[in-house]
């Protein structure tokens, strides 16, 4: 079966109140997608619907201004539809946020990922560790708005290894992420995707 056409759509910024409903034996966070507080953007396949269309949709993002820091956006939660993992999409969707927001103003952009396909899916779209973790647990990556993260001091992929780590480290580690892990564990920071309209 061909892979269908992707396109990328904003439904709206937190204060346009967009809501999406998703399924949630399709979506990882699907419930935090009805609530209005954040904006959405989303990936979807155009032949199967507008970009509202729960059947259309193939990549979510929800998204706000930083509670701490206004000139900060923070990607609250980043989901991709189960059978259309692994091909880029979360990467490619973030990139996409990322383009909006600098065009809004926005000098960073953050997120906290709580497992390692997330963190690699980050990485590729330009996001960097910061060496930091939220209260639960996830490591806090972060991005200039306008242009991917500095590296020097990950140079050689150390800081890069150092968050695969802490989910190595991890109790309760499924047998794909587990394998993930291990192919990763002397690996270079991933190649940067290109994102829709950047």
């Known amino acids: 079966m061909d892979e269908p056409a992707v396109d990328y759509a904003m439904l709206g910024w937190p204060a346009d109140?967009?809501?999406?409903?998703?399924?949630?034996?399709?979506?990882?966070?699907?419930?935090?997608?009805?609530?209005?507080?954040?904006?959405?953007?989303?990936?979807?396949?155009?032949?199967?619907?507008?970009?509202?269309?729960?059947?259309?949709?193939?990549a979510a993002a929800a998204f706000d201004p930083d509670r701490t820091d206004p000139d900060t956006l923070k990607l609250r939660y980043l989901t991709v539809r189960q059978d259309a993992r692994s091909g880029g999409l979360g990467a490619r969707l973030s990139a996409f946020v990322v383009a909006r927001a600098a065009g809004r103003g926005f000098d960073r952009v953050a997120i906290g990922v709580n497992n390692a396909f997330s963190y690699e899916a980050l990485y590729k779209a330009g996001f960097a560790w910061t060496g930091e973790t939220s209260g639960l647990a996830e490591l806090v990556l972060a991005r200039p708005a306008d242009r991917p993260a500095d590296r020097p001091a990950d140079a050689d992929g150390e800081r890069?290894?150092?968050?695969?780590?802490?989910?190595?480290?991890?109790?309760?580690?499924?047998?794909?992420?587990?394998?993930?892990?291990?192919?990763?564990?002397?690996?270079?920071?991933?190649?940067?995707?290109?994102g829709p309209g950047t």
């Open 17 to 58: 109140s967009p809501t999406l409903r998703l399924d949630y034996r399709r979506f990882a966070y699907a419930g935090k997608f009805v609530m209005s507080s954040t904006g959405k953007a989303v990936a979807y396949a155009p032949g199967r619907g507008d970009p509202d269309d729960p059947e259309a949709v193939l």
């Open 160 to 194: 890069y290894r150092e968050g695969l780590d802490r989910f190595r480290g991890r109790e309760g580690l499924d047998d794909a992420e587990r394998a993930f892990l291990d192919d990763r564990r002397d690996a270079d920071p991933p190649a940067l995707v290109s």
